[in-house]
């Protein structure tokens, strides 16, 4: 019988929910469009190939329309295991050094789009879940700060999101 390897690390998926809008800083300039959006995301991924879809639909930013991105990528880090409350079950999260990593380089991402935030998932986060789900919000963001809610990212896997428009490749 074979024992088999445990894994120490994978490729998380990563989705964010990025508006169209630039809401910090100058807020006269034009709206990102995804060409632009595709090109920021994939240079601070340092690799485009890294990202694995990019559509639009119509979403929603202080009760008025706004078209927002919706962006998957692979993220590739170490795997931290805990046991349970019952000490037999296991979770797997993504190692701290690298998960605040990917929170600096989405920082970094909301400033550069100007966003007062940015939404993200990283997929099965623990098996079972939905993902690690939150908002990283601009350092010079002074307003009232949203709870991460469900609506960000509204169902998984096809893009069936309730608000959808239009589906775009780059």
């Known amino acids: 019988m074979t024992k088999q390897k445990k894994e120490t690390s994978r490729h998380w998926a990563v989705e964010l929910n990025i508006g169209s809008k630039r809401n910090m800083g100058n807020g006269k300039r034009q709206a990102w469009t995804m060409p632009e959006i595709y090109d920021k995301v994939g240079s601070r991924l340092k690799s485009k190939s890294n990202i694995k879809s990019i559509f639009e639909f119509k979403g929603e930013y202080e009760n008025e329309i706004e078209i927002s991105y919706y962006i998957r990528f692979n993220w590739y880090g170490l795997i931290e295991?805990?046991?349970?409350?019952?000490?037999?079950?296991?979770?797997?999260?993504?190692?701290?050094?690298?998960?605040?990593?990917?929170?600096?380089?989405?920082?970094?991402?909301?400033?550069?789009?100007?966003?007062?935030?940015?939404?993200?998932?990283?997929?099965?986060?623990?098996?079972?879940?939905?993902?690690?789900?939150?908002?990283?919000?601009?350092?010079?963001?002074?307003?009232?700060?949203?709870?991460?809610?469900?609506?960000?990212?509204?169902?998984?896997?096809?893009?069936?999101?309730?608000?959808?428009?239009?589906l775009h490749t780059v």
Not at 85 to 105: P, R, V
Not at 116 to 121: G, H, L, Q, R
Request: hydrophobic share 30%.
């Open 81 to 166: 295991t805990y046991k349970g409350n019952d000490d037999i079950t296991t979770y797997e999260y993504m190692e701290a050094s690298q998960f605040n990593k990917l929170k600096d380089i989405l920082l970094i991402l909301c400033m550069e789009l100007e966003q007062e935030c940015i939404a993200y998932n990283i997929r099965e986060w623990t098996s079972g879940s939905a993902g690690k789900q939150d908002l990283i919000y601009h350092p010079n963001y002074e307003g009232e700060q949203m709870i991460f809610g469900d609506e960000y990212f509204m169902t998984f896997g096809y893009h069936k999101l309730s608000s959808f428009e239009k």
